[in-house]
């Protein structure tokens, strides 16, 4: 019986990695807009902000990008 | 050879069945956690999930290749053994969406396959060790990889995203959820709706209706995408209400870690190799999503169900293929009264299911008062031992009352 460690620990590896990473860009981006929305409450403007939140947003939805073309190559 | 082609029609339209069930029992994989947080509403969520199982599709055949060019060896399979895993794995799938339980159905898939080859041609038809490295062990770490992903996301969203509050932020994980819950409504089509599509094909390869080593006919992938497409609408709301509500109580922001958790494990494990099953990667990361915030509870009772669930799907489908494929070899008798008992007992737990409607319109509501699922289950019992031949009753219960073990124990806990 041949177990495949090196794929089943790339598999954690990757999934981790990746999920976190994910996740804490998008928690960032969010932050980011919600600084937004504070600053605008308070009549001030929060472009550093605001413009982090987009390239971060603009990452995930590269990664989900690429997420759907591994889709289409090979299920 | 009238009688060849009858058969097979069969198998066409088990096979349409199965990945219908397969598509309402998945439902919840997808969008259990959307519907739970209310990212989404319920119907709009089923809708979404629909469409983009329907999509997938489309996209490729590669899976559906690997199942019907090579994986078995086409001349020895005749189309009903392949009706007799169907059957098998319908069973099992419409027993565990009673109980509202999440389970695989490519392990009730595999395990009807196993148990109709076994009856069919033997013990020494089934490689154990392949069962070991291409069931149990990613069965295992599934919800491992995905559960640990999940916690520690969800750790990280709330320690670093404690000043994103407000309508924006609110918007946001909105947003993320549905995303990420649209990326493995897409992957489950491909994957799962071209199973189907690989089965069919190997029956008409096995019956003759298609020359070996060809692609699935453009019939047969509209159907299969169409008949998941149509399951996964219908929803399962019993099993969307377990995973979503019945595990844990999941925030928006646990709910965007979960799906993202998943939908990641998802897409890594078919990319690299070592696939893991969809059902088993969402509940981990429920989980793991429901462990990572302080203060969050995972209900233990419920999980331990879903484990035990886990463990009998592959035997329990296997037992009731073996039934049925010992019934078909009678002759054509045999596979009418297998046909038979299967719409019979498909109808026996649509009706006893309707005892207890859960749907759009109740399925956030938290679990459901102790007792209903133990009385369910005994009540469940009796209809497939009153319906036909000894040979399948000895099979039916055998799940059905191991499931029931450890819930007259659960309720209590349950109820929290």
Request: hydrophobic share 50%; charged share 10%; glycine share 10%.
């Amino acid at each position: 019986m041949k177990i495949d460690w090196a794929a089943l620990g790339s598999v954690f590896g990757v999934s981790l990695a990746v999920t976190v990473g994910l996740v804490a860009l998008f928690t960032l981006g969010i932050m980011g807009l919600s600084r937004r929305e504070r600053a605008v409450a308070q009549g001030n403007s929060a472009t550093l902000a605001v413009t982090g939140a987009y390239v971060c947003f603009a990452a995930c939805a590269a990664a989900v990008a690429y997420g759907i073309s591994l889709i289409m190559t090979k299920a | 050879m009238e009688n060849f082609s009858l058969i097979l029609a069969i198998v066409v339209v088990t096979a349409l069945a199965f990945d219908f069930t397969n598509g309402f029992h998945d439902t919840a994989n997808a969008m259990a956690t959307t519907i739970s947080t209310g990212a989404l509403k319920p119907k709009v969520a089923v809708a979404m999930s629909a469409v983009l199982n329907l999509a997938g599709a489309f996209l490729s055949v590669e899976v559906a290749n690997t199942i019907s060019k090579g994986l078995v060896d086409e001349t020895g399979i005749r189309p009903e053994v392949i009706f007799a895993a169907l059957v098998g794995a319908i069973l099992w799938n419409l027993l565990t969406w009673l109980v509202g339980l999440p389970s695989s159905s490519s392990h009730a898939l595999m395990g009807g396959l196993i148990g109709a080859t076994i009856a069919s041609a033997g013990m020494g038809a089934v490689h154990g060790d392949v069962l070991v490295t291409k069931v149990l062990i990613p069965a295992l770490a599934a919800p491992i990889v995905a559960g640990v992903a999940a916690l520690l996301a969800t750790r990280l969203s709330y320690t670093l995203g404690k000043k994103a509050d407000g309508k924006a932020a609110e918007k946001g994980y909105r947003a993320g959820q549905i995303a990420s819950a649209g990326l493995v409504s897409l992957a489950h089509g491909t994957n799962d709706a071209q199973k189907t599509m690989g089965i069919i094909t190997l029956a008409l390869v096995a019956g003759g209706a298609v020359a070996p080593n060809s692609d699935p006919p453009t019939w047969v992938i509209l159907s299969a995408g169409l008949a998941i497409a149509l399951g996964t609408y219908i929803g399962g709301w019993r099993i969307i209400r377990t995973m979503g509500k019945g595990l844990t109580e999941l925030q928006p922001q646990q709910g965007f870690a979960a799906q993202t958790s998943a939908a990641t494990a998802i897409l890594a494990s078919s990319h690299l190799g070592f696939s893991l099953s969809t059902t088993h990667v969402v509940s981990g990361s429920v989980m793991g999503a429901g462990l990572g915030r302080k203060g969050g509870v995972v209900r233990w009772s419920t999980a331990t169900r879903m484990l035990v669930a886990w463990c009998l799907t592959l035997p329990a489908a296997a037992l009731v293929g073996a039934g049925a494929e010992s019934v078909t070899d009678l002759g054509d008798w045999g596979t009418a009264v297998v046909a038979v008992f299967l719409i019979a007992s498909s109808a026996a737990i649509w009706k006893i299911s309707r005892r207890e409607v859960v749907d759009a319109s109740n399925v956030n509501e938290s679990e459901e008062p102790p007792g209903v699922v133990t009385t369910a289950i005994a009540a469940v019992t009796p209809p497939p031992a009153g319906t036909v031949t000894d040979d399948l009753t000895a099979t039916i219960p055998a799940p059905a009352t191991t499931v029931a073990v450890p819930d007259p124990a659960t309720p209590p806990a349950a109820a929290v």
